[in-house]
């Protein structure tokens, strides 16, 4: 079975300052996607940012970066140079190859929270 | 890029009412459309996979006759709340990708449906 987890229930950090958000997983599937996603308090899930199994490089988008380590089965986010808009909840997911049928799976989040 | 439209975005109704929310993909096909429901402060819980002219999968727990789910067509997915009563108040949330579904396609996610049942 798939798992996906999140320790850090909330994280602070200061503006213009980087944070990491941590996320491990399980599965036995070897071929896999690892996303993570923003929400806001006003509900939408925004995409930041997907990791591929084989993917050789460390995924990076804008100020969003994936530190993929495949041995350890951690996928964590760094965000660099934080902003006040930064603060939201962060879910890290989990999607299987075409056999799992496309869903994704979860993990519990992390609030985060910018102080100015 | 691809967009996922999901209307209401709130409904405030009478305990025994069904409600029924929609799912649109807006500039891509999808045969395939994922639900889920979430408390405050918690994470997304798959409730059913919507499969387009077939029926949906659900997952472990969730009643079918309670969440009725159909596909009818490859941009549309709809979920009907029968006569929800109080515990049925959640966000409710779809989502849907272009492609095959491999594992390196994201979904797409509407807005939401805020459900409140007095």
């Known amino acids: 079975a798939q798992k996906i987890t999140q320790t850090q229930p909330g994280m602070f950090v200061q503006e213009k300052e980087a944070v990491t958000l941590d996320c491990t997983y399980d599965t036995s599937d070897p071929s896999y996607g690892l996303f993570w996603y923003k929400q806001p308090s006003s509900g939408e899930m925004i995409f930041l940012i997907y990791q591929g199994s084989y993917d050789q490089q460390n995924a990076t988008e804008g100020r969003y970066s994936l530190n993929f380590q495949k041995a350890r089965k951690s996928a964590n986010l760094v965000i660099s140079a934080s902003q006040l808009g930064d603060s939201a909840m962060y879910f890290c997911?989990?999607?299987?190859?075409?056999?799992?049928?496309?869903?994704?799976?979860f993990g519990q989040g992390t609030e985060l929270s910018v102080k100015p | 890029g691809a967009v996922v439209s999901q209307h209401p975005s709130r409904v405030i109704c009478k305990s025994g009412t069904s409600v029924k929310i929609e799912c649109r993909s807006l500039d891509f096909q999808a045969t395939t459309m994922f639900w889920y429901r979430q408390f405050p402060k918690q994470s997304l819980m798959l409730m059913a996979t919507s499969n387009e002219g077939s029926k949906a999968t659900y997952e472990q727990g969730v009643e079918k006759d309670k969440f009725l789910i159909n596909h009818a067509s490859l941009t549309l997915s709809t979920l009907t709340v029968t006569s929800a009563h109080p515990e049925d108040s959640s966000f409710y949330i779809c989502?849907?990708?272009?492609?095959?579904?491999?594992?390196?396609?994201?979904?797409?996610f509407g807005d939401g449906t805020r459900l409140s049942i007095l």
């Open positions: 997911a989990m999607r299987g190859g075409y056999n799992q049928g496309g869903k994704l799976i």
């Open positions: 989502s849907a990708s272009p492609g095959t579904g491999a594992s390196n396609q994201p979904q797409h």
